[in-house]
């Protein structure tokens, strides 16, 4: 048993939105289940944080979640991304999983999910700007889910590693009311999505930086193939 991240499929079955309009996203869905299912067995997870697919409502997504939860390995866990606008109550997604016989997908959000020993926690984040009422609103917000979720962790008994949408270091800014949540509780690994292109090599920072290392798993940036975070 392992466990594997991966982020921003942006899947396009439901939402009708291809990626691969853009460089380097030709044949992606393709390649993904090609190296997906070549690294990750039925008995790993995989971790994606967050843009999952296009679709603009839970119904719409369905043909994703089947892609998802039928033809890639393992089980998973989602949370929500910026473009993930079929994201909605959790009482609505429980009861769709279930509906639809998806069992080997869990929802991360408000709490954690103990897997060999870690815990996996995390949130969207937000943007690295509290200029504007309503951003410093939502970084309050999701620094308190992100502290929520790794309290779950810790109480299941397991290490908190932590998975986020956003990168909470970036172009140079730093997204303050998350890294006070990961230094407070000793946090020691960080993966994030959300960057695409050549941007990935320039704004994105990953490596260490005080006592925290980063990661970025954008699909294209890790070439469409699943990161390994713990065996």
């Known amino acids: 048993m392992r466990v594997f ?3 921003d499929l942006h899947l396009p079955f439901g939402g009708g939105k291809p990626m691969d309009i853009f460089s380097g996203w030709d044949n992606y869905t393709e390649r993904l289940e090609e190296n997906w299912n070549r690294l990750v067995s039925e008995d790993d997870l995989t971790v994606i944080p ?3 697919c296009w679709a603009m409502k839970l ?19 989602i949370f929500k991304g910026n ?7 959790q009482n609505k997604m429980e009861q769709f999983l279930s509906e639809h016989g998806f069992d080997n997908i869990k929802l991360l959000n408000n709490n954690a999910v103990i897997e060999g020993g870690i815990a996996i926690c995390g949130t969207r984040g937000w943007i690295n ?23 779950v962790g810790i109480a299941l008994g ?4 932590v998975f986020l949408h956003y990168p909470p270091i970036y172009a140079g800014e730093e997204n303050t009311y998350i890294l ?10 960080c993966y994030y999505g959300h960057v695409h292109g ?22 294209d940036y890790v070439k469409f193939t699943p990161v390994l975070v713990q065996e």
């Open 180 to 189: 006070d949540v990961l230094h407070k509780y000793d946090i020691k690994r």
């Open 5 to 7: 991240t991966i982020g």
């Open 59 to 77: 119904e719409d997504a369905l043909p994703d979640f089947e892609f998802v939860s039928r033809r890639l390995n393992g089980r998973k866990v």
């Open 83 to 89: 473009h993930d606008y079929w994201w909605t109550t």
């Open 50 to 52: 967050g843009d999952l």
């Open 158 to 161: 397991g290490e908190p590693i």
């Open 198 to 219: 050549r941007l990935c090599f320039y704004n994105a920072f990953q490596g260490e930086r005080d006592g925290i290392t980063y990661k970025m798993v954008s699909a």
């Open 129 to 151: 700007d509290d200029g504007q009422p309503q951003d410093l609103k939502l970084l309050n917000r999701e620094a308190g889910r992100l502290e929520t979720s790794i309290k």
